[in-house]
């Protein structure tokens, strides 16, 4: 069964890897906090090169997740944009992700020219 928590807050770290060059590391991290300030876990963006480790859950240190470098604008813009955010762990099937709370149909932050 999926465990969810709510999304509250965010934290966005880039980082040189040159000095880590012998450890797989992320440069870009998106830290996840739920309400009270609560590690709720992150997600890591690896480079391109070679496979891509796998996400996993503990409870000392919360949900990792891991993309490539190329998903990250579209994560970032979902947690700019979106209300409510969640983060889901499935322990069965050992998968995860973030997601939104149900919207109205047609929703959209800005105004779209009327056609015709």
């Known amino acids: 069964m999926p465990t969810v928590w709510t999304i509250a807050t965010y934290a966005v770290t880039y980082?040189?890897?040159?000095?880590?060059?012998?450890?797989k590391y992320?440069?870009?991290?998106?830290r996840l906090y739920g309400?009270?300030?609560?590690?709720l876990g992150i997600l890591a963006f690896y480079d391109e090169k070679g496979p891509l480790p796998r996400?996993?859950?503990?409870?000392?240190?919360?949900?990792?997740?891991?993309?490539r470098p190329?998903?990250?604008s579209q994560?970032?813009?979902?947690?700019r944009s979106e209300r409510p955010l969640y983060l889901g762990w499935d322990t069965r099937f050992k998968v995860g992700g973030i997601f939104s709370g149900k919207e109205p149909i047609g929703e959209f932050s800005?105004?779209?020219?009327?056609r015709g």
Do not use: D
């Open 15 to 23: 980082s040189a890897a040159a000095a880590r060059a012998r450890v």
């Open 75 to 79: 994560i970032y813009e979902i947690l």
């Open 55 to 67: 996400s996993s859950y503990s409870v000392a240190h919360g949900v990792h997740l891991t993309f």
């Open 110 to 114: 800005e105004v779209l020219p009327k």
């Open 26 to 30: 992320a440069p870009a991290v998106i």
């Open 70 to 72: 190329w998903q990250f």
């Open 35 to 39: 309400p009270k300030k609560k590690n």
